[in-house]
């Protein structure tokens, strides 16, 4: 179990490499990796900031990273998560999930960064040409993350 | 009691974080809302849509009618929008 | 538009790399890796060899990603998939997909390991103590395959 | 007509590609799987369970009642287990 929320970048290669070396009980891992796009809603973006909460941001990855592996029966996991200044094209997070079962490390996965979008304790602004701006939750990130639910009691929320 | 500010609430606050001692009648997440909004101009109009201030005590997201008292952390903060 | 049939390994950290460079439209990436388990069916595997049908192969994955471009909002496709003996913690296959949104790489990320799993012109023969056998395919694999059909008629079978 | 063996049934059978001739009559791939198996033991072993011999005509899966001729490449293999 890992979780790692980091100013740095990451290398998703050695990451995968590091998850599966010598663990021969792994049939498949998959990754997400989400990137800063240079247009959102409609407008130029030039750079984002992501601010986060130390100590409970890693904590919450920690208790989602433990349903995960509740939930599917996973090899391993990881989680990584930028903050701070980041531009387009830059990587923002790292979902890894590793399963002997190709469907539970998709849905895992899935489930993994949808609850990110919407539950971890992460803040973005963006810099436009109209100037800066905070973003808004948005309700698609919301219905993402309902289907995961077992119950109406959302882990963490 | 220690409360933090994220993102616009700590913008439009201007504070990020700041030690405070409300009075003994304030015993919920809801009424240190309320209270905090009589501290000023800033803090009543930051917080005047409460819909859209989330609340974590001690690291974990938690409801208004949840309890506060003195050694708590208290964090205040818009819906997330990270990954 | 990538389809690569090949012996050799491949690097999913400068595959992601080549496929995002300077593509600020992307917001996400989905990879998925499939490697050699040191069990199957119960069994102990030392090694597996995979077989292709050169030529059929790669038209066959080059149509079904054509399908999945046509399905779903994608910036950018990659498959690759190894033939010839694989051990244990070996890379199989490749799938990455990249899209604006999360949701499209994600869904044509899993139809194409899917679809891969079950129609595309591979056999596998694996290498245990009981001997070499080809190996029989599986009726689940069926099943996943069979949700992504939009009618009766599935691509390319 | 290229005729082409995958997986356990090139094993079986022996050969991985063969040019073969077929009667006239023979005008579909149910037809041409019929007439191989008269060829000897091996061809009717290994083709004796029709529902595990999958069919391809100049490299695109086909149906038993498709249409095969004399210039076509004909792969008879088991069901694919790749991935």
């Given amino acids: ?157 | 009691m220690k409360v933090l500010y994220f993102a616009w609430l700590r913008t439009r606050i201007g504070v990020a974080q700041e030690v405070v001692e409300p009075p003994a009648e304030v015993t919920t997440v809801g009424g240190l809302v309320e209270w905090l909004k009589t501290r000023g101009p800033t803090y009543a109009s930051a917080l005047a849509n409460t819909k859209v201030v989330k609340v974590a005590v001690n690291q974990e997201y938690v409801p208004y009618d949840h309890p506060v008292g003195p050694g708590d952390e208290v964090a205040l903060f818009p819906p997330v929008t990270g990954g």
């Fill in chain 1, 1 to 157: 179990m890992t979780v790692r929320v980091q100013a740095e970048d990451f290398d998703v290669g050695a990451e995968i490499d590091a998850l599966t070396r010598d663990r021969h009980t792994i049939g498949g891992v998959t990754a997400f990796v989400g990137l800063v796009r240079e247009i959102a809603g409609g407008d130029a973006v030039s750079a984002m900031t992501l601010e986060h909460y130390p100590g409970m941001t890693e904590r919450q990855l920690e208790a989602i990273e433990a349903e995960a592996r509740r939930r599917w029966p996973l090899d391993d996991v990881l989680l990584v998560h930028r903050y701070g200044r980041l531009e387009p094209g830059d990587r923002i997070v790292l979902v890894l999930t590793a399963s002997a079962h190709r469907q539970a490390a998709f849905e895992s996965c899935h489930f993994l960064i949808d609850w990110l979008k919407t539950k971890a304790p992460f803040w973005k602004r963006e810099e436009t040409p109209q100037g800066d701006r905070w973003v808004e939750a948005k309700d698609s990130d919301d219905t993402a993350a309902a289907r995961w639910a077992e119950n109406p009691v959302w882990p963490g929320g």
